[in-house]
């Protein structure tokens, strides 16, 4: 695939690709959920986003593909308010966060996160997949990973990254 630079020198993106979105629905609980998807970086309202959301609320970051520098700067602000006034549990952050995560302390603010995607590695189908996996699995396996399974054979797959990975949980899952 062959890239276009821009006048500005950047390297052009398709349509929506530079696009934060987020679907903001009323959940059974009475809170709110907020599923972000997209990119988290210089272009993205995050403030927007969260303008017309009160109360407490659930963030799920499955589908966040990408953040950068000028992201987190403008996302850390925007937790630190909305979880010093409400309750804020985010789950499912995206593999590219955790490194975020795991470099920048108060990231979340004082929001809770319960659950990450992992890379693990499945010898038996030589497959590599994204895995949910939460903070009480953490928890159970002394920080480390978790075991699991392959969801195409049962067989018992790979932890696929470096040590460490799981370290936000310890400042970022206190409340």
Same mark, same amino acid.
């Given at each position: 695939? =062959? =890239?276009?630079?821009?006048? /500005?020198?950047?390297?052009?993106?398709?349509?929506?690709?530079?696009?934060?979105?987020?679907?903001?629905?009323?959940?059974?609980?009475?809170?709110?959920?907020?599923?972000?998807?997209?990119?988290?970086? %210089?272009?993205?309202?995050?403030?927007?986003?969260?303008?017309?959301?009160?109360?407490?609320?659930?963030?799920?970051?499955? /589908?966040?593909?990408?953040?950068?520098?000028?992201?987190?700067?403008?996302?850390?602000?925007?937790?630190? =308010?909305?979880?010093?006034?409400?309750?804020?549990?985010? %789950? %499912?952050?995206?593999?590219?966060?955790?490194?975020?995560?795991?470099?920048?302390?108060?990231?979340?603010?004082?929001?809770?996160?319960?659950? !990450?995607?992992?890379?693990?590695?499945?010898?038996? !189908?030589? /497959?590599?997949?994204?895995?949910?996996?939460?903070?009480?699995?953490?928890?159970?396996?002394?920080?480390?990973?978790?075991?699991?399974?392959?969801?195409? !054979?049962?067989?018992?797959? /790979?932890?696929?990254?470096?040590?460490?990975?799981?370290?936000?949980?310890?400042?970022?899952?206190?409340?």
């Amino acid at each position: 695939m =062959r =890239r276009q630079i821009g006048e /500005d020198g950047r390297v052009k993106r398709g349509p929506g690709s530079n696009t934060l979105r987020a679907k903001v629905e009323q959940a059974s609980s009475g809170g709110t959920r907020v599923t972000l998807s997209g990119a988290i970086d %210089e272009s993205s309202d995050l403030d927007g986003v969260f303008a017309k959301v009160t109360g407490d609320m659930v963030i799920n970051m499955k /589908d966040v593909e990408r953040v950068n520098s000028m992201g987190v700067h403008m996302w850390i602000p925007v937790m630190a =308010r909305l979880s010093a006034k409400n309750r804020v549990v985010i %789950e %499912e952050i995206s593999y590219g966060f955790v490194f975020n995560a795991n470099a920048v302390a108060n990231l979340f603010g004082a929001a809770r996160v319960v659950s !990450c995607a992992a890379p693990y590695y499945c010898p038996s !189908c030589k /497959d590599h997949v994204m895995v949910k996996v939460t903070l009480d699995e953490v928890n159970a396996s002394s920080g480390g990973a978790p075991a699991k399974r392959c969801a195409k !054979c049962a067989a018992p797959m /790979d932890f696929d990254e470096l040590e460490g990975y799981f370290s936000f949980f310890k400042t970022s899952s206190a409340a």
